[in-house]
């Protein structure tokens, strides 16, 4: 029996992007990302639209306006907020781990195409992007296909990452690159910001 385009591209496999079954589940993301974005900010139900589409084992908080391709492909692993304007091109799947916070302007990009002009406009194919627990990405980042960041790493603002992050690091950059290692002294420094409070 061979794969419907829907399982090609979640396989990361070539794959018509105009096929039927994903304009119809992209059709649905967009009414679903314009009834959030436009809801009244003291509407306490506009979550809801997008909770329709990911696949959630807890709350989240998502300012707008999000925008996503199917929403399907969205895994949200625990809490995880984000600022305004985040896109997911979500054509592979994006995991996103417990306490995430992603802030304004964020590009998560699974999607990609080939660079030979006849195959372009004959197919395209995603890669998986996996953001494990604990991660903070400062805002204007790009995330591009198939990247892993790893648990506790804090993206800098900025970044375009163009590969995988290890983890407990703090990451700048276009491409992104470690900058160094969270380390005692940065659990120091918040313990003392936290007494002037």
């Known amino acids: 029996m061979s794969m419907s385009q829907r399982e090609k591209m979640i396989a990361g496999m070539p794959y018509e992007p105009w ?3 994903l304009k119809a589940a992209r059709a649905k993301a967009k009414l679903a990302c314009y009834h959030f974005n436009h809801a009244r900010p003291d509407d306490d139900s506009r979550l809801t639209h997008l ?4 696949q959630t084992e807890q709350g989240f908080y998502v ?9 399907f492909n969205i895994h949200l692993k625990g809490f995880f907020y984000a600022n305004h304007h985040l896109t997911i091109l ?3 799947p994006v995991t996103i781990g417990d306490e995430v916070l992603i802030g304004p302007h964020v590009l998560i990009s699974t999607a990609t195409h080939p660079l030979s002009v006849q195959d372009r406009q ?4 995603a890669a998986p992007i996996t953001i494990e627990d604990h991660v903070w990405i400062g805002g204007q980042v790009t995330i591009l296909p198939g990247v892993t960041i790893g648990r506790g790493s804090v993206i800098g603002a ?5 590969r995988d992050i290890p983890a407990g690091v703090v990451a700048v950059g276009n ?4 900058l160094r290692e969270i380390n005692d002294d940065d659990v120091a420094e918040k313990q003392k910001q936290l007494t002037f409070i």
């Open 19 to 21: 096929d039927d079954e």
């Open 90 to 92: 979500d054509c592979a």
């Open 51 to 54: 909770a329709a589409l990911f």
């Open 175 to 178: 491409p992104c690159r470690v």
């Open 63 to 71: 300012e707008p306006n999000f925008y996503c391709d199917y929403g």
């Open 122 to 125: 004959a197919y395209e194919y």
């Open 158 to 162: 900025g970044s375009v990452v163009t």
